[in-house]
């Protein structure tokens, strides 16, 4: 709006291509750029499954759409959003929110501190990859850092063709350690290793009942 608070341009957001059983998406801190680069926007979506998510979009200074990332921890029931944003000298871009646990365990409100590069990238090099053709069943995967310390961020994206997609974490064995209830599309999921003892390990990605793709990373702590 300029400062008669007429209105100059709007744009609509969804949080993925294949998001369209979303019931709820807030925006709730923007802020502009330096040397006009836009603005960016953090926030919260919601999908059913269900899965709440951080939610950062950018803008143009024209209003045109350039990208939007959610960011996702393990587990069901759990509450995350993004209430604020800044920018630092470099670009990068710094966001607070919290996180609340709706299973029982944990009811109250923790802090969540998030620092990503002036494209939303946890996992580097995310913006280069995103998948649009609904022809083609390509998948995009990226993991970072490869050996995982204490968490391993991995970035996703699929067409719209491949449904019902979850992941699972396996040791080397098979044994699975962990089995999401879904994968939303061009989201950075982050899984605790904190736990899991040095060594090789597999994130699969499934469609269905059948494996689609499988990445090896190691924990080294």
């Known amino acids: 709006m300029d400062v008669n608070k007429n209105i100059l341009w709007k744009t609509f957001f969804r949080p993925s291509a294949d998001a369209f059983q979303d019931v709820a998406q807030h925006l709730w801190n ?20 269900p899965e709440w998510q951080g939610w ?9 759409s350039l990208w939007m990332r959610g960011y996702n921890f393990e587990g069901t029931n759990i509450v995350y959003e993004l209430k604020d944003i800044k920018e ?6 710094i966001m607070v ?29 995310c913006q280069l990859v995103h998948t649009e ?14 050996p995982a310390n204490d968490f391993l ?9 491949l449904k019902e997609m979850t992941y699972f ?27 899991l ?10 469609s269905g009942n059948q494996i689609v793709k499988t990445a090896k990373f190691m924990v080294a702590h």
């Open 30 to 49: 923007m802020i502009e750029l330096r040397n006009q680069k836009g603005y960016v926007a953090v926030g919260q979506s919601f999908t059913l499954g």
């Open 56 to 64: 950062i979009v950018k803008v143009a200074e024209n209003g045109d």
């Open 88 to 93: 630092d000298l470099d670009g990068n871009l």
């Open 97 to 125: 929110g919290e996180y609340r646990d709706l299973n029982g365990g944990d009811v109250g409100q923790k802090a969540w501190l998030l620092k990503v590069d002036q494209y939303g990238c946890l996992v580097p090099g």
């Open 133 to 146: 053709d609904v022809d083609s069943e390509e998948i995009n995967l990226l993991l970072y850092p490869n």
């Open 153 to 161: 961020s991995f970035y996703c994206s699929f067409s719209p063709l």
């Open 169 to 195: 974490i396996t040791d080397i064995n098979g044994r699975v350690l962990f089995h999401s209830v879904r994968l939303s599309n061009n989201t950075t999921n982050i899984y605790s290793v904190e736990k």
């Open 197 to 206: 003892p040095p060594g090789a390990y597999f994130l699969q990605l499934t």
